[in-house]
């Protein structure tokens, strides 16, 4: 299968400053190189503050790198200007973690679903409408609840409104930011759901990050385990949970609650 | 120590910066001293002609301030066009008038307020605090101009009040005691005024601020002690309220400077305030400079005492710089 | 719940009280210019019911004034002729809300004038001056509180936006404003302006030194709103999908804080208009003949008027209602411990 995006080298360096002025530079990523196989999804799993977010920030192009490339569809994306990022962006598309803050709580959820169009201004009024209110059903949201505003959806639905915005401009890689933490344990298994149902429609790739093994079983082809800015250990699924190499692997591992099957072993979700 | 400093520096730039910004206003002036008495008939031409150029007024705006700073290093602040002496002296008594006014305000503003502010907030929700909650609400949506006027009638009907200026006639004749106590007379009335238009907002601060700290755990701890209650409030509570109060302090200093100035003319106290609005429609322009920058000085140093206070007052301030 | 009742009481109060002063010619009984040189410094008039003799009269009605025999300036009432108040009457021309010209009055007299609030130096009447002068003196600091937040809002969102050097350069600006005594500045930047220009345009100068003077805090306030809102995940979000700043700004920023402008301009309204009296009384606002608020009070520098006209009081107190209902919106706004509300009983008392 076709690589959809390779990483290579990257390293994010931050500049934080003191009280007095003294300069630390804090740095979270160091060097992280992987690729992810177009319709695939690449689970990329690690405790707080090992670099998953910032990984995220930086191939949707929210952050900009120190050094390192980033290759979508055989192109390089991370040392682009502003504004031919702009036509990259549609296409690698992120849903956050916690859909309470990532929706503007005074807008409605056709205005949610059709922002993303009308910023990249290519529909009329019409056509938007159109689009938003066919995403709104691929998702599973009700067409009468189309006008509500943000607030008044519960936290599923939510996240099923942020996946719609994503949608819309018909992405070919999804970044999942820990989009599935937020929810309630059954809540979880129908959004997972969606989304392999949304896959397989659609097409899609997946970045999955999750700290959540479980999870990343379930729903992932190959997983990527990060620590304190690198990726210490790579490749598919059911190997690396089955007989962890690094140490952090392991700990993680052994810190997911496990409803285990006595055959094998392994971690059901 | 190091903090201080800080603040102290702080403190000069502003003064430097207001000093600047009440110049870059003066280049408004579309006329000038000058102009007007080029319309008057008995002075001749050739007078304007020297004396503008005596004071430089038709240079560029940076080299008038620099001559300005000059005068200021000089202590004389720029010259008076229509008293025809220097600045500063000018300013100085009449600063010295404020002083005491905006001195004394603060005072008796504070020394009424605090045990107001306590007694309304130990007595939360009841029947004193309900009473002063309304009475300060009454107050503050009295104005200090409605109120300055209201207090100046009210004395001139009834008598009570000498009205107007600072002393009365015959001053020079008078005892010491009774210098002291004529001025002391005259003060009442602008004091007053100025005590009521702060006390409202004093109050409610103090209260807002020593009922968060008697809510606070720590002071609950103390309490299932047994410590006595007024212990409680004197040794505890009151300390750890005093941060956010001291910061009041010095903001009640900028708020009584400003009001000073409308009590000023209302009443006729000989201050800072008649002296500017006499400059300002005489065109005077180095008075007003000058006026204005003293005034902000006053406040900056206000404010610095307030920072000299917290820093006396609350450990965490010394402790924290010394970390640094 | 209870916070959005009292916002309405609020809301329609001011509501009331601005009402009446716009439609100051209907309330009027006269042209706050019309002059009655011959009888000037009336006292305010009273209404009666029950007349002289002890009659009870139908229709409430007030006596004609005359000089009180061997005094210049004492007067007392003629006792001898009720001159009957009237409603609805025709009197002067106006035009309703600047845009209806009419002639109707609320109430009125025949043949002779009513005083109900005394008359002024020149026989201007009072009342009708007052309400004529509301309209300046509010309208001054309704437009000078918009542009103070105008600006406030432009510096604000632009500094924490933006940030860097902008940041930097406009928070110090405010600091310098913040930090000299309000009327001082203002007194200030007066002084440097022509002195003595015609009232329309001495009104618009006086709303532009008002409006230019008071900006720093709402622009603080509006930045700090303006620098957590830009951290939302929903602004990252669509700055994802390709949204510009402005786009940014418009839809998802400045909204927020549309809670902090609307708390500001209920705090900043009344200031502004007792800027524009204290810049009147002192001279330096609105000159005459255009009654204000604040020169309306100018007469009270002479200490012949304060000792005998104690009615040329009775202007200062046109703007205490306006200052309750503000201020009671602002509290209501902020949620403080609100004028004569005290919610709960602390627990210092059950030590």
Same mark, same amino acid.
């Given at each position: 299968m076709e690589e959809l995006l390779k990483v290579e080298n990257l390293e994010k360096h931050y500049e934080n400053t003191g009280v007095l002025g003294t300069k630390k530079e804090v740095a979270a990523l160091r060097g992280v190189s992987f690729s992810i196989s177009a319709r695939s999804t690449l689970a990329l799993v690690g405790e707080s503050g090992s670099g998953k977010s910032t990984l995220a920030f930086c191939i949707a192009c929210l952050e900009r790198p120190t050094s390192g490339s980033i290759i979508f569809r055989g192109e390089e994306i991370a040392a682009r200007p502003e504004e031919e990022q702009r036509t990259v962006r549609p296409k690698i598309q992120l849903v956050f973690q916690d859909p309470t803050r990532s929706l503007n709580p005074r807008f409605s959820a056709l205005e949610i679903v059709s922002e993303p169009l009308l910023v990249q201004g290519q529909c009329s009024k019409r056509e938007r409408e159109d689009k938003a209110r066919a995403l709104l059903a691929q998702v599973g949201i009700p067409q009468q609840k189309a006008l509500h505003k943000a607030d008044e959806f519960s936290g599923g639905q939510r996240q099923r409104l942020a996946i719609a915005r994503a949608l819309a401009l018909e992405p070919k890689l999804l970044i999942l930011d820990e989009a599935l933490s937020a929810l309630d344990c059954s809540v979880q298994a129908q959004i997972s759901n969606l989304l392999l149902e949304l896959q397989s429609l659609l097409g899609l790739t997946y970045l999955f990050i999750t700290h959540d093994l479980a999870m990343a079983g379930h729903l992932a082809d190959e997983i990527a385990v990060m620590e304190q800015g690198k990726i210490v250990e790579l490749g598919p699924v059911e190997k690396v949970l089955r007989s962890p190499e690094q140490k952090v692997t392991q700990r993680l591992i052994m810190a997911t609650p496990r409803l285990t099957d006595a055959a094998d072993g392994l971690v059901v979700a | 120590m190091r903090y201080l400093l800080h603040r102290l520096t702080q403190a000069v730039f502003l003064l430097i910066g207001a000093s600047l910004l009440t110049f870059l206003f003066s280049t408004l002036a579309p006329g000038n001293y000058f102009d007007e008495m080029r319309l008057n008939p008995q002075i001749s031409p050739e007078t304007v002609t020297a004396l503008?150029?005596?004071?430089?007024?038709?240079?560029?705006?940076?080299?008038?301030?620099?001559?300005?700073?000059?005068?200021?290093? #000089?202590?004389?602040?720029?010259?008076?066009?229509?008293?025809?002496?220097?600045?500063?002296?000018?300013?100085?008594? #009449?600063?010295?008038?404020?002083?005491?006014?905006?001195?004394?305000?603060?005072?008796?503003?504070?020394?009424?307020?605090?045990?107001?502010?306590?007694?309304?907030?130990? /007595?939360?929700?009841?029947?004193?605090?309900?009473?002063?909650?309304?009475?300060?609400?009454?107050?503050?949506?009295?104005?200090?101009?409605?109120?300055?006027?209201?207090?100046?009638?009210?004395?001139? #009907?009834?008598?009570?009040?000498? /009205?107007?200026?600072?002393?009365?006639?015959?001053?020079?004749?008078?005892?010491?005691?009774?210098?002291f106590r004529d001025v002391a007379s005259h003060m009442e009335l602008p004091v007053i005024a100025l005590v009521l238009s702060a006390l409202p907002i004093l109050v409610r601060h103090v209260r807002a601020a020593v009922a968060e700290v008697l809510e606070a755990p720590f002071l609950r701890a103390a309490?299932?002690?047994?410590?006595?209650?007024?212990?409680?409030?004197?040794?505890?509570?009151?300390?750890a309220a005093a941060n956010p109060l001291i910061s009041l302090f010095g903001f009640s200093v900028g708020a009584l400077l400003s009001g000073s100035l409308l009590v000023e003319v209302v009443m006729s106290w000989p201050g800072l305030g008649p002296l500017l609005l006499e400059a300002i429609l005489a065109r005077d322009l180095y008075v007003v400079i000058g006026g204005v920058l003293f005034s902000t000085m006053f406040l900056v140093l206000g404010n610095f005492l307030a920072d000299l206070l917290v820093y006396w007052a609350d450990p965490r301030i010394r402790t924290r710089t010394a970390a640094q | 719940m209870i916070q959005r009742r009292g916002l309405k009481r609020w809301l329609l109060a001011l509501a009331a009280l601005h009402g009446v002063v716009a439609c100051a010619g209907f309330f009027a009984p006269y042209d706050p210019a019309e002059q009655d040189r011959e009888r000037p410094y009336l006292p305010p008039m009273k209404i009666?019911?029950?007349?002289?003799?002890?009659?009870?009269?139908?229709?409430?009605?007030?006596?004609?004034?005359?000089?009180?025999?061997?005094?210049?300036?004492?007067?007392?009432?003629?006792?001898?002729?009720?001159?009957?108040?009237?409603?609805?009457?025709?009197?002067?021309?106006?035009?309703?809300?600047?845009l209806v010209p009419t002639r109707l009055h609320l109430f009125g007299a025949q043949t002779s004038r009513i005083h109900l609030l005394g008359s002024d130096a020149y026989g201007r009447d009072q009342l009708s001056r007052i309400l004529y002068g509301g309209q300046i003196s509010l309208l001054a600091g309704l437009l000078g509180a918009g542009l103070t937040l105008f600006l406030g809002v432009l510096v604000g969102a632009t500094a924490g936006y933006y940030g860097g050097w902008r940041d930097g350069l406009f928070m110090r600006l405010a600091e310098l404003f913040a930090a000299l005594p309000w009327l001082y500045l203002l007194f200030a930047l007066r002084a440097f302006l022509p002195l003595a220009v015609s009232p329309v345009r001495a009104f618009f100068l006086i709303i532009l030194v008002i409006g230019a003077v008071g900006w720093a805090r709402p622009a603080r306030l509006v930045r700090g709103v303006v620098l957590s809102a830009r951290e939302r995940d929903f602004v990252r979000a669509a700055r994802g999908f390709g949204a510009t700043d402005g786009y940014l700004l418009r839809r998802h920023i400045l909204p927020e804080t549309s809670s902090v402008i609307l708390t500001q301009a209920a705090i900043l309204v009344p200031q502004f208009v007792l800027a524009e009296m204290t810049l009147s009384f002192l001279g330096l606002g609105v000159p005459e003949p255009v009654p204000t608020w604040g020169n309306l009070l100018a007469s009270l520098q002479q200490y012949s008027v304060l000792l005998s006209y104690w009615w040329m009081y009775v202007p200062a107190l046109a703007i205490v209602p306006f200052f309750l209902g503000y201020l009671g919106l602002a509290s209501t706004l902020h949620q403080d411990a609100g004028i004569g509300k005290i919610e709960r009983t602390s627990s210092w008392n059950s030590w």
């Open positions: - | 503008r150029a005596q004071y430089q007024l038709d240079r560029p705006l940076p080299v008038r301030y620099a001559r300005w700073v000059r005068s200021l290093l #000089r202590g004389e602040m720029g010259f008076s066009f229509s008293y025809n002496t220097p600045v500063a002296p000018l300013l100085w008594v #009449r600063a010295r008038n404020t002083l005491l006014l905006t001195v004394f305000a603060t005072l008796f503003a504070w020394a009424l307020a605090l045990p107001l502010g306590i007694w309304s907030a130990t /007595t939360l929700g009841r029947a004193p605090d309900r009473a002063l909650s309304w009475a300060t609400a009454a107050l503050l949506v009295i104005p200090d101009l409605v109120l300055a006027l209201g207090l100046l009638i009210l004395a001139v #009907r009834s008598g009570w009040f000498p /009205t107007g200026g600072m002393v009365s006639v015959g001053f020079e004749n008078f005892s010491r005691i009774q210098q309490a299932s002690h047994g410590i006595r209650r007024s212990r409680l409030l004197c040794r505890y509570a009151l300390r | 009666h019911l029950v007349d002289a003799q002890g009659l009870h009269h139908l229709r409430p009605f007030f006596y004609a004034v005359r000089l009180r025999d061997g005094s210049f300036d004492q007067f007392e009432e003629s006792t001898g002729q009720p001159l009957p108040l009237q409603f609805f009457v025709t009197g002067a021309r106006y035009r309703l809300l600047g």
